[in-house]
């Protein structure tokens, strides 16, 4: 749904070249972009993204052996999930509507 705003679809393709870069082994730009993916979408407010990249987060963690850090972002990206369940089932107004899946 465009809104007028672009920076969902900036966050999209950030969110997809980290998964790029990720899978390159170049955890750092991974990060960079992921970051940046992130900082858009909690600006938005919007958390339907929010749980694709804490759980890119948690990859690109435990790739560089952080366990703690892997932990951590899959505890948020599992708050957000359950969210969303209850969104998808309570009552959500429009979220109702929305399908989640795993992808950008």
Not at 11 to 30: I, P
Request: charged share 25%; aromatic share 8%.
């Amino acid at each position: 749904m465009f809104c007028g705003d672009a920076a969902p679809y900036e966050a999209a393709s950030q969110g997809q070249l980290s998964q790029l870069y990720r899978l390159m082994g170049r955890l750092n730009e991974a990060e960079q972009h992921i970051q940046r993916a992130r900082t858009i979408m909690e600006r938005l407010g919007d958390i339907r993204m929010l749980s694709n990249i804490y759980h890119d987060l948690s990859l690109i963690a435990a790739a560089r052996g952080a366990a703690a850090a892997a932990g951590t972002w899959a505890e948020k990206e599992r708050d957000v999930d359950a969210e969303l369940e209850q969104r998808a089932h309570g009552d959500a107004g429009a979220d109702r509507c929305w399908s989640y899946s795993r992808s950008y």
